[in-house]
């Protein structure tokens, strides 16, 4: 499967933004799919994860309250919608798909990464 994410831009502290990755192909409900960010030097890190048929996701402690994860099958598309933007949210976000679980995603296991999507918010 191949990922296209959109959406990035610099936006104030407090601001929102909402991510799209769409993805090609016909098995799009066959995945997992997730965010995840990168700043220079650091790890790439969890953001958010939402289960095949959308129903369950799961957050990283530090957007939890700030961020949604959603999909829509019919269009092969994930969002992700950030509110309440902190200027430690600036990073370079990742869509990504993975035919496990959440929790496995959550570990870094991912089959597929898409290009990333810078987001810079400012003070």
């Known amino acids: 499967v191949q990922l296209q994410a959109s959406g990035g831009g610099l936006v104030q502290a407090g601001g929102s933004l909402r991510l799209s990755c769409a993805a090609s192909?016909?098995?799009?409900?066959?995945?997992?799919m997730g965010w995840f960010r990168q700043t220079p030097g650091k790890d790439r890190e969890f953001v958010a994860a939402?289960?095949?048929?959308?129903?369950?996701?799961a957050y990283a402690d530090s957007v939890k309250g700030r961020f949604t994860i959603s999909r829509d099958n019919a269009k092969n598309t994930v969002y992700l919608q950030m509110n309440s933007l902190k200027p430690e949210d600036t990073a370079i976000y990742y869509c990504?798909?993975?035919?496990?679980?959440?929790?496995?995603?959550?570990?870094?296991?991912?089959?597929?990464w898409g290009k990333g999507t810078q987001v810079t918010v400012s003070s």
């Open positions: 990504a798909a993975d035919t496990g679980t959440i929790a496995t995603m959550k570990l870094g296991g991912v089959d597929y």
């Open positions: 939402v289960y095949r048929n959308g129903y369950i996701t």
């Open positions: 192909g016909r098995t799009f409900t066959s995945y997992v």
